[in-house]
């Protein structure tokens, strides 16, 4: 349990990847400050941490507002004086033919996924930098950074800012031992797993879709205090997915 006492920040923690990575990094001894804009699902994740024997605190708040984002970070500060990890989870997709694709929605979807990082990194980053053991930063990013399925532009070109936006950050943030790396799933199953198809899981070269777990586990090996060699990197978590060559048979 190598994040006893330490205070880890998630973003689009109510719901799906967010929750499990907000209930694996409270079994593992951490504070967990959990951010989303969906109130009840959030408050109710807190108390089933709590009650399990964590420590959680909820934030009801917009990831693409600089006024909530600071007052995110402000209250983590109050509560435990420290920041270890932030791992920025929050995304949204608008999936609609690009010439029915409105600019509002294309400003959303970018707010969402893309400026919250940019937010959340700037406002956390002198806290982070105080850690003795270095802070730790993970991005959420996609293989649809690598691969497209058609109308998911805006999607898209986050999650391709976010590959680049994440090897910047390291660059930048290496001076204060800041480590900045991030994953990019493929699919991973939030619903109900056991409804999936043989062929669903059997596409895969893993032999199966990828689970929430997967990428909870990953994200405790990119923040791990011992992980101090590792950086700007993206880690493809895709059960092999875009390595295999497919061809028309």
């Given at each position: ?67 909530d ?7 983590a ?18 999936r ?13 979807v970018?707010h ?7 937010l959340?990194?700037k406002?956390a ?16 990013a ?6 497209s ?7 898209a ?15 930048s943030?290496?001076?204060d ?19 999936l ?9 893993a ?12 994200a ?8 101090d060699?590792?950086t ?8 092999g ?9």
């Amino acid at each position: 349990m190598n994040h006893v006492n330490h205070t880890v920040i998630i973003t689009g923690a109510a719901n799906g990847i967010g929750a499990t990575l907000a209930k694996t990094y409270a079994k593992e001894g951490a504070t967990v400050i959990l951010a989303d804009i969906d109130q009840m699902t959030g408050d109710d994740l807190a108390s089933e941490i709590e009650a399990d024997g964590g420590t959680a605190y909820f934030y009801h708040l917009d990831v693409q507002d600089e006024q909530d984002v600071d007052l995110l970070i402000d209250k983590a500060i109050e509560h435990t004086g420290r920041i270890d990890v932030v791992i920025n989870n929050a995304g949204i997709i608008v999936r609609k033919p690009l010439l029915e694709l409105s600019l509002d929605e294309w400003d959303r979807v970018q707010h969402t996924n893309l400026r919250s990082i940019f937010l959340t990194t700037k406002a956390a980053a002198p806290y982070l930098k105080k850690n003795s053991a270095g802070g730790r930063i993970v991005n959420l990013a996609s293989t649809r950074a690598f691969m497209s399925e058609p109308d998911t532009e805006s999607y898209a070109a986050t999650k391709g800012g976010i590959v680049a936006l994440t090897h910047a950050l390291a660059v930048s943030l290496g001076p204060d031992r800041i480590f900045v790396n991030a994953i990019a799933p493929g699919w991973i199953e939030t619903g109900n797993y056991h409804e999936l198809s043989p062929e669903d899981h059997s596409q895969h070269p893993a032999g199966r879709v990828g689970k929430p777990e997967d990428v909870a586990r990953a994200a405790l090996f990119l923040t791990d205090p011992e992980n101090d060699f590792l950086t700007g990197e993206t880690l493809v978590l895709d059960g092999g997915m875009t390595r295999k060559m497919i061809y028309e048979e």
